[in-house]
């Protein structure tokens, strides 16, 4: 029955087949393929804890020369720059 089935349907089957074989060699070559996805990280933050400097000694002393340095990152928007006694934290969107 089965045997029969597949003999007056063999052009079909042929063409199925095919079909299935070409649209898995268009998927093969157009699927990436990497081992890692491509991610990016937009924000930066570091946090800086110098002691129990004042805020006028640790804004001149440690957040300004971070603040240069986070300058330099492309394209970099929206810096935060909150200082307290002792600490900074510095942000940045990129």
Do not use: K, Y
Request: hydrophobic share 45%; net charge negative.
């Amino acid at each position: 029955m089965i045997g029969a089935w597949l003999q007056q349907h063999s052009r079909s089957l042929l063409v199925v087949t095919v079909l299935l074989a070409i649209g898995g060699g268009i998927a093969a070559f157009s699927l990436p393929v990497a081992l890692f996805p491509d991610i990016q990280f937009p924000r930066i933050i570091v946090s800086v804890d110098a002691g129990d400097r004042p805020v006028d000694r640790m804004i001149l002393e440690v957040t300004q020369p971070l603040e240069q340095g986070l300058r330099g990152v492309p394209d970099g928007q929206d810096r935060r720059l909150p200082s307290i006694r002792g600490s900074a934290e510095l942000s940045t969107n990129s």
